[in-house]
């Protein structure tokens, strides 16, 4: 890190696999999301990192966590703080960059989703 760059510091901490896409599918699922459901959404990424990336987000103050004791299993829910959801508009003016200037090949599959106001 570099103590005195606050873009190297910035881009180091949100380089972190996997965070920027927790943060994006939480913008896409609307309100509180449970920790299974993101896992679904999310292909490839285990348990332990989930969960390791959830609670630097939290302790960043880009999510928020709340638990429910009264069901079984525990409901644990996670949602954007309005730190966080201002982040992501950030996404997706870098998604719309993308398609803008090609960088991607792919179509993008998500291009008319509603929950990101494509």
């Known amino acids: 890190m570099h103590e005195s760059c606050t873009v190297y510091n910035t881009l180091d901490y949100l380089s972190k696999k996997w965070a920027m896409v927790i943060l994006f ?46 069901e079984v299993p525990i409901k644990s829910e996670y949602r954007l703080t309005p730190a966080g959801s201002e982040l992501t508009d950030i996404i997706l003016e870098i998604k719309m960059w993308a398609l803008k200037w090609k960088i991607d090949n792919k179509p993008c599959e998500k291009l008319n989703c509603c929950k990101c106001k494509l």
């Open 25 to 70: 599918e939480m913008r896409r699922s609307g309100d509180w999301i449970r920790f299974s459901d993101l896992q679904m959404r999310i292909a490839n990424i285990t348990p332990k990192v989930l969960t390791e990336r959830l609670k630097e987000l939290e302790q960043e103050e880009l999510i928020e966590h709340r638990m429910d004791a009264s």
